[in-house]
């Protein structure tokens, strides 16, 4: 029985340290590197006809705050014009990838495709636009917007409301 605990002991001595216990500091460090996200959208074409949709995507932090991404979406006019868009973006988020942040800034941009469910066929598609996320936790956020969007002869301005997770 002292032959048992004797060993016990000299092997718990022998042990390093660092697989008995992790500190905090010597977790793995934070960093950032992208979103997905959701969104309602809500808007006017130069014409004056409110404009409501969704859609979703996502970003990819590159280098500092550089993110290319892709998102698509899906809208329709007031007077029944409906309309579905997918897009590359390029954009900047105003972050420090290595430090968790409340509220990060951003901008983007991106040439795309708009097809026409009532009428048919594709055209060019461009949007621009910028906004801010206000982390509610560590995955989760509420993600707010203002954008400019153009395809053909229309010009729309469009506020967006959703969510973001990292």
């Known amino acids: 029985?002292?032959?048992t605990l004797f060993t016990l002991a000299a092997l718990a001595a022998s042990m390093p340290s660092s697989l008995i216990a992790q500190s905090a500091s010597q977790s793995k460090p934070y960093r950032y590197s992208?979103?997905?996200y959701a969104f309602g959208a809500i808007?006017?074409?130069q014409h004056g006809y409110p404009l409501f949709g969704g859609g979703g995507?996502?970003?990819a932090l590159l280098w500092k705050g550089l993110?290319?991404?892709a998102e698509g979406g899906a809208y329709t006019f007031s007077d029944g014009y409906s309309f579905g868009s997918i897009q590359p973006t390029i954009g900047w988020h105003f972050v420090d990838r290595n430090r968790r942040a409340t509220n990060e800034g951003f901008v983007n941009f991106g040439p795309g495709i708009a097809f026409g469910a009532a009428r048919g066929g594709t055209s060019p598609w461009a949007s621009i636009g910028g906004g801010m996320i206000g982390w509610i936790n560590d995955r989760?956020?509420?993600r707010v917007e203002g954008r400019i969007q153009a395809f053909r002869n229309e010009g729309m301005v469009i506020g967006r409301i959703g969510v973001s997770f990292r």
């Open 1 to 3: 029985m002292r032959l």
């Open 34 to 36: 992208g979103n997905g």
């Open 43 to 45: 808007g006017a074409c």
């Open 57 to 59: 995507g996502g970003e």
């Open 67 to 69: 993110t290319v991404g």
């Open 140 to 142: 989760v956020g509420l």
